[in-house]
């Protein structure tokens, strides 16, 4: 007593000597009198904003720590007062350096020495779409924006040795930041708190599975940070042995698939895994390279289509040189174009398998089934969790017009599961969501629930199960479910109407874990009690390694299935016990194993009303008796003095915490023996095996049941596709003998045609005896209209034919059901036509019975052996006969070749209408797609311009020879021949001659019409040759083709001016960008 009273007496005698030393007064007038001293002016006082930024040092002072290899660190001292203490902040502290080019996506490097570090302000976040006009901003000002992996610690004042959570922001791994813990609701208790920034999407996760792009980058970010961490809490009051991983919906992925990896044993010890797993199907991209092509088609860089010489080096140097802005543009684009064709379609932000870096060589799912990476966890999800999925598809499920139930689980499951999982998912939900009516009368409003609960299981809820699977019989499991609807929504795009009742969204927990977002801090006196509960368990299990201490209230969990802790809406009775996570619903695994949850039967079943804001649900759910269900009438308990600077106080707590551990072994013997004793008798060891056992086979029996089912099933389709692949063959085969026998019927039809022809031919030439000169009309001659009018006969059949025959080709082109009916109704006009009489060509004009044939008149006149006339008539019909089937044969010929032409054009356009369509976007730039189009039209050019001049020699010829034939064909010119009543009068032979000049002239004009459109040819020719791109429909086979090449021309043309509009508005858009961006830098100069 005597030494503090000394110092009592020391500290008053101090004081009492500054109170009465002389001070100088500077307010005091200048008298003017000579007082010897020379003048000296007054002292300058300080200025106001210093004097009051002295006072406010002195009020809230820095907090220094010097950290051994990094430097001495300033933070905010008293950042916060939170239960009567001053609480430190160190924002912003630098763990590891990123890169530039592209190392943005690759491991970063530790941050090293950095002398006095001001740790006064958070760091941006790092690089997101949301903040994409402040990157470009950044950018514009030369800042580096990629280097953002910094972290944020909050610690009471004098900490010393406090349990520490580490909080890992998440959402969907595309946005965030570390800015979302803050301090006030969790350090109310005796702990650290630690926020991390992380590369998020694609700087996080883009991967072409090698060194230059490995993906899974975020883990090695939040490795690092840990690393960081573990050898530097000490210096800031924290505990690196007790260090606990809380990640929210993306971060506790990110923290699961950290632990499950193996690289970060020992970095942390426990798990809070809040509506996020490492086995989430949304976050796994099976397709990363195909993510990669995308991604660099939208940044316009070369594709991800790896060759063995060059490899992705060009796509590597593209992405190494656009700026981090861009890149996170393409990003955006990529997540806005392809999120409506489902989860497969989506990348750019999700973990990947087989990483370079190691972190996840296998899947999740199997390294979850490693039962040694399991660390103590709590493990849940909040009810409605995948709202922020359906709620964003629902416009694809509002307008399916079904019926079907099935058609709208398929839209569901294109968004959340994997293909391989599709058919077990929709049998699950058949069987255990949906009435069976609703595969009749299904629609969006009455399935809407349905939809979401599947949802809700496939995202969340049989991830957490299979997650402890393996792992709750060894390592300490305590499952959640947040059902609790408070004033605030973490997302606030549900508020939007929707056709289902959402309780407890996505993150909503978390708005009870921290003050985030602002419009979210400010809780009623309900959820700000639930708050304080929520905090407490999160606490307790950082601190103890179990979150309640009270028997009851939050048992670990026994199966993969449960107990699981449920805060619920009831004000009564807001935290119950659920002894089935899953709803009293098994799940289907997709692993294929089969495991029946043991569920505790000692909780009683009441029926608790469930009500939401759009609709109420009353369920029947297997819930406890409560001891804790007024936990927030309670009075707060008086928690002792903090004084970490007491030795004392020191060991009493770590007795007190040694005592407490052994008085909870103690407890969880005492209930494990008093389980025992209230174990009925029966239940021996034998009879769990047997009924394990019956269970068991019930469900094998089951499956077997439902395996052959799907097998008659399939059996069936597989019998009705047989008959149907029969049916159409057969089909084909009659269609075939019918082809076959009228192609037959034809050429006999023609042979028979050509048969009558000869045998003509032959009975018109040969002489019959009873003809004689004498009898003939024309003194035993055949008149020139007699030989003309069978060759005028024929030549008009051969083009009937050929008109016909073109027809028929023209209409099997078109269809071939046409062309067969076509063919018969032909055949039937031809059976019904009559048949020309054989002696057509020698009916006399003067209704006298005619010769039979030259034969007969040669007979009778062989007593005039000197008229030649007959046998040179006979040879001159016998060389314009051969002359004629050599035309027809040449003909005939052209035919085929033009027929082969036109088969390979189509051919041609057939293959290049099949080509892919190229666009901008699948070349490096806008002037290589303008040169590969150019080139294409002149190639196309070419082919139509050889095309034509092709048909146009072809035309030419068939021109020339047409022309030539009449004059080859001409008969020999003969004397006319006297008419039968000649002798009698010339008015006969008059009549005669003027028919023969009529004749002469018809043909001289045909010749001269012909010589007249060679002309013409000519002239358009030269014409043709002088503009190169017009088009003569002589140049064309037929109209169509005209038409068509005309058609075509028009379209290049019109593709020509689209591309040159392009082109220039490229150049403006440029010149505007050039423009803007020079305007920016003036401004900036300007400021």
């Known amino acids: 007593m005597q030494p503090l009273l000394l110092v009592l007496a020391l500290c008053v005698a101090q004081i009492c000597a500054l109170s009465l030393r002389p001070r100088p007064n500077f307010s005091d007038d200048f008298d003017g009198e000579d007082t010897g001293l020379p003048w000296q002016p007054e002292p300058l006082k300080p200025a106001p904003w210093q004097a009051e930024r002295q006072v406010q040092d002195t009020q809230a002072p820095r907090a220094e720590v010097q950290v051994p290899g990094i430097g001495q660190v300033v933070g905010i001292g008293g950042y916060r007062t939170i239960a009567n203490r001053p609480i430190n902040a160190f924002l912003g502290l630098r763990y590891g350096q990123v890169g530039g080019g592209l190392a943005r996506f690759q491991a970063a490097r530790p941050a090293g020495f950095q002398g006095r570090i001001t740790a006064t302000a958070q760091s941006p976040n790092c690089a997101q779409f949301p903040e994409l006009d402040r990157l470009r901003s950044a950018e514009s000002r030369g800042e580096n924006v990629d280097d953002c992996l910094t972290l944020d610690i909050y610690a009471p004042e004098g900490a010393n040795q406090l349990p520490v959570l580490v909080f890992v922001h998440g959402e969907m791994l595309f946005d965030g930041g570390s800015e979302e ?101 949304y976050l796994i991209d099976e397709q990363p390279l195909a993510t990669l092509d995308t991604f660099a088609r939208l940044a316009r860089c070369p594709p991800a289509t790896p060759s063995p010489r060059l490899r992705l080096q060009p796509l590597y140097d593209c992405l190494a040189r656009l700026p981090t802005s861009q890149l996170v543009a393409a990003f955006e684009q990529l997540l806005l174009q392809n999120e409506q064709f489902g989860l497969t379609h989506l990348g750019g932000f999700k973990l990947v398998v087989g990483d370079p870096l190691g972190y996840l060589p ?120 947040f059902d609790y609807r408070g004033e605030h929504h973490r997302f606030f795009h549900l508020s939007n109407p929707l056709p289902f009742g959402v309780d407890a969204s996505l993150s909503d927990d978390s708005v009870y874990l921290f003050p985030y977002p602002p419009e979210s801090s400010s809780l009623n006196p309900l959820d700000r009690s639930l708050s304080r509960a929520l905090v407490t368990m999160w606490v307790d299990f950082a601190v103890t390694g179990v979150p309640n201490h009270n028997s009851g209230v939050w048992p670990r969990a026994t199966s993969e299935y449960g107990p699981s802790l449920r805060f619920t809406k009831s004000r009564e009775n807001p935290l119950e016990v659920d002894p089935h996570f899953g709803e009293g619903i098994n799940l289907p695994n997709p692993s294929g194993q089969s495991f029946k949850p043991t569920i505790n039967n000692a909780y009683p079943n009441p029926t608790t009303t469930t009500t939401t804001t759009t609709t109420t649900t009353t369920t029947s759910r ?222 006399p004009t003067d209704n006298r019975a005619p010769y039979h044939s030259y034969d007969e008149y040669s007979q009778e006149n062989h007593e005039n052996p000197s008229e030649p006339e007959p046998d040179r008539n006979y040879n001159e019909e016998q060389e314009r006969e051969e002359q004629q089937r ?152 037929s109209y169509e083709a005209y038409l068509e090449a005309a058609m075509k021309q028009q379209q290049d043309r019109e593709e020509q001016e689209r591309l040159e509009e392009d082109r220039a508005r490229a150049q403006e858009e440029e010149e505007d960008r050039v423009r803007a961006q020079q305007e920016e830098e003036e401004r900036h100069r300007a400021q």
């Open 886 to 1037: 050599e035309q027809l044969r040449r003909e005939q010929q052209e035919r085929e070749e033009q027929q082969r032409e036109q088969l390979r054009r189509e051919q041609q356009e057939r293959d290049y209408q099949s080509q892919p369509s190229d666009r901008p976007e699948d070349y490096p730039s806008y002037e290589d797609y303008l040169k590969a189009h150019q080139a294409r039209n002149s190639e196309r050019d070419r082919y139509y311009a050889e095309e034509q001049e092709r048909e146009r020699q072809r035309q030419e010829q068939l021109h020339q020879e047409r022309h030539q034939q009449p004059e080859e064909n001409l008969p020999d010119e003969r004397q006319p021949y006297p008419s039968y009543e000649s002798n009698d009068s010339d008015r006969n032979y008059a009549e005669e001659q003027d028919r023969e000049q009529q004749r002469t002239d018809q043909v001289d004009e045909e010749q001269q019409v012909g010589e007249d459109q060679g002309d013409n040819r000519t002239d358009e020719e030269n014409e043709g040759a002088a503009d190169p791109g017009a088009l003569n429909v002589e140049d064309f086979p």
């Open 181 to 281: 813990a803050q301090p006030e609701y969790i350090l109310e208790r005796d702990v650290l708190l630690v926020s991390i920034n992380y590369r998020l999407a694609p700087f996080g996760f883009l991967s072409a599975l090698s060194d230059e792009l490995p993906g899974n980058v975020a883990l090695s970010d939040l490795h690092l940070a840990l690393e960081w961490l573990q050898k530097n809490l000490v210096y800031f009051g924290g505990n690196p042995a007790q260090v606990t991983l809380v990640g929210q919906a993306g971060g506790a992925t990110l923290a699961h698939a950290l632990s499950l990896s193996g690289r970060a044993k020992g970095l942390f010890q426990q798990l809070i895994l809040q509506s996020g797993t490492a086995l989430n199907p």
């Open 622 to 843: 297997p819930y406890a008796y409560n001891p804790y269900a007024n936990w927030q009438n309670r009075p707060s308990q008086q928690q002792p003095s903090w004084n970490p600077a007491d030795p004392e106080y020191v060991r009493a707590q770590e007795a007190k915490q040694q005592q407490f551990i052994r008085d909870r072994e103690q407890r969880w013997r005492e209930q494990q023996q008093r389980n025992n004793r209230r174990r009925p008798q029966h239940e021996t060891r034998e009879d769990l095996g047997r009924d394990y056992e019956q269970r068991v086979q019930q469900q094998m029996e089951q499956e077997e049941r439902l395996r052959q089912h799907e097998e008659r099933v399939r059996q069936q389709r597989e019998q009705e596709e047989r008959l149907r692949q029969q049916q159409e063959r057969e089909q084909q085969e009659r269609e075939q003998q019918e082809r076959e026998q009228q192609e037959r019927e034809q050429q006999e039809r023609e042979q028979r045609e050509r048969e009558q022809q000869e045998r003509h031919l032959q009975e018109r030439y040969e002489p019959h005896p009873e003809d004689s000169p004498e009898n003939h009309p024309w003194g035993g001659y055949p008149s020139y209209e007699e030989e003309e009018q069978p060759r005028e006969q024929e030549r008009d059949q051969q083009e009937r034919d050929q008109q016909e025959r073109e027809q028929q080709e023209r209409e099997q082109q078109e269809r071939e059901q046409q062309e067969r009916e076509q063919q018969e109704r032909e055949q039937q006009e031809r059976d019904q036509e009559p048949q020309e009489p054989e002696e057509s060509d020698n009916v």
């Open 362 to 481: 296998r899947p999740p799912a199997q390294l979850a089934a490693n039962a040694s990476n399991a660390l103590p966890m709590i493990i849940g999800a909040t009810k409605d969790a995948s709202a922020f999925i359906v709620s964003r598809t629902y416009d694809q499920i509002a307008h399916l017009q079904s019926q079907n139930v099935s058609d709208y689980i398929d839209v569901v499951l294109r968004h959340t599961a994997p293909p391989s999982e599709h058919k077990m998912w929709r049998q699950f939900a058949l069987r255990e969501l949906f009435k069976p009516d609703h595969e009749r009368t299904a629609s969006p409003e009455s399935v809407a629930q349905g939809l979401l609960e599947l949802s809700n299981y496939i995202l969340y809820r049989a991830p957490v199960i299979n997650t402890i699977r393996q792992s709750y019989r060894s390592t300490p499991a305590y499952l959640y479910l």
